[in-house]
């Protein structure tokens, strides 16, 4: 399904302009491509963070996913999308927190994987900046699930069109993306 936002065209300029890499690359899933999207890119950028932001709450309002209170991901791909739905979040008048999900449980302190303000008992929305495999969001899943908190959907800046929607739809969760393959002209 095509999704529309006003800030999708220009974000998507930037991604284009600023996040594709062509020549062969190994994918962290181990897969093998002719492009890259190195989409930290963007989602670090002045101008193209905010419409991260704006494009991801418009993607899960599109969505009817509006009843939520944290967003964020497993470190380091989804930490810069959360923060900037969070800002935007605020600029619209809208309470949501972030949090980050280490791979695994910190040795010392407090011991916490999911680090930010409680998740226990909250709605969360997991993000991911770019997906291949799903293997990232369904880490950070699973940890929040451990954490108590209830996860509502899975959404991805860019999904690479390799299964991850698949994989993470048949593990019980909805899956959104804001920009495809096609809105980049690579397929």
């Given at each position: 399904?095509?999704f529309?936002?006003?800030s999708?065209?220009?974000?998507v300029?930037?991604?284009?302009e600023l ?8 994918l962290?899933?181990g ?18 963070a905010p419409?991260i ?7 899960l309002?599109?969505?009817?996913v ?8 497993l470190?380091?791909g989804?930490?810069p999308?959360?923060?900037?739905v969070?800002?935007?979040?605020a ?11 280490r ?7 407090m011991?916490r ?12 929305v ?5 997906s291949t495999?799903?293997?990232?969001p ?23 069109d390799?299964g ?7 593990a019980g969760?909805k899956y959104l ?6 809105d980049?002209?690579?397929?």
């Amino acid at each position: 399904m095509t999704f529309s936002s006003p800030s999708k065209p220009r974000l998507v300029e930037l991604v284009k302009e600023l996040a594709i890499v062509h020549g062969r690359v190994t994918l962290s899933s181990g897969l093998e491509a002719d492009y890259y999207v190195d989409l930290r890119r963007a989602t670090l950028h002045h101008e193209a963070a905010p419409l991260i932001g704006q494009v991801i709450l418009d993607l899960l309002d599109a969505n009817g996913v509006t009843d939520f209170d944290a967003i964020g991901g497993l470190t380091m791909g989804a930490d810069p999308v959360a923060t900037a739905v969070l800002h935007q979040g605020a600029a619209r008048g809208r309470t949501i927190d972030a949090f980050v999900v280490r791979k695994a449980a910190k040795a010392h302190g407090m011991g916490r994987q999911v680090e930010g303000p409680d998740v226990a008992g909250r709605k969360v929305v997991v993000v991911e900046d770019t997906s291949t495999t799903g293997g990232s969001p369904l880490t950070a899943a699973e940890a929040l699930k451990a954490a108590g908190a209830i996860v509502v959907a899975v959404a991805t800046v860019v999904d690479r069109d390799t299964g991850a929607q698949k994989v993470i739809e048949d593990a019980g969760f909805k899956y959104l993306t804001a920009i495809t393959l096609d809105d980049l002209g690579l397929r």
